[in-house]
């Protein structure tokens, strides 16, 4: 069980909502305790009415105490809402959901008529539009990302070249010179043979 708020001509009205299979089912109860009409003849009227499709749902009080409750799919709230006779809710709620109506009186009219449609197709294609230029930017981005990296790998490149080149040198160099030293030693060694030699 979760809260979600409806809004009601600027007003969140916070009603238990319950997922069964999927589907988000509200609870019937606390709306008709909320705007102050009978709870039992909502439900048979809701129940009488192939439109809705209200479901007894087992739950837990805040007691603990297991006990079936009416809920009704979220979606089939806004329109239950707009069937209640206004002069049968409390005072301070009645002018409110009076506007609620109006309000879905106008928003199906403009549906009906197409123009909510049209409304919604220009939004969307200008959502459209937007997605196609943010998409513009990031391939500009990644190809110039793509680029940098080249140029990295490139220099990387170079530099593992550079390097192999002076260890390839170096190492040469290092054989010259142990050749140059031992041909020294070897030079001295037959010079002092030599030297032996001619004392005896």
């Known amino acids: ?3 979600i708020s409806l809004t009601i001509n600027g007003k969140d009205l ?18 008709c305790r909320a ?5 039992p003849s909502q439900i048979a009227k809701l129940k009488g009415n192939p439109a809705f499709t209200p479901r007894d ?20 709230v806004g329109v239950w809402l707009c069937t209640i006779n206004t002069k049968k809710v409390r005072a301070d709620v009645a002018p409110i959901l009076f506007a609620f109506q109006k309000h879905c009186q106008v ?14 197709v220009e939004a969307l294609e200008k959502q459209n539009a937007d997605l196609q230029q943010q998409l513009v930017q990031v391939m ?9 990296i080249q140029g990295l790998t490139n220099q990387v490149m170079c530099l593992g070249e550079a390097l192999n080149y002076d260890r390839h040198h170096d ?4 054989h010259k010179v142990l050749r140059s030293f031992g041909g020294k030693i070897l030079n001295a060694a037959k010079k002092d043979k030599e030297y032996l030699a001619s004392l005896h």
């Open 1 to 3: 069980m979760k809260q």
């Open 14 to 31: 916070f009603v238990d909502v319950y997922s069964k299979d999927n589907k988000e089912m509200v609870a019937i109860t606390p709306i």
């Open 35 to 39: 705007i102050g009409i009978d709870t």
């Open 57 to 76: 749902i087992p739950w837990h009080d805040s007691l603990g105490r297991s006990q079936d409750m009416v809920f009704l799919p979220v979606e089939e």
């Open 107 to 120: 928003e199906l009219t403009a549906a009906l008529r197409g123009d909510a449609g049209i409304a919604r």
């Open 140 to 148: 500009s981005i990644m190809e110039q990302q793509s680029k940098d």
């Open 171 to 174: 190492h040469q160099n290092v």
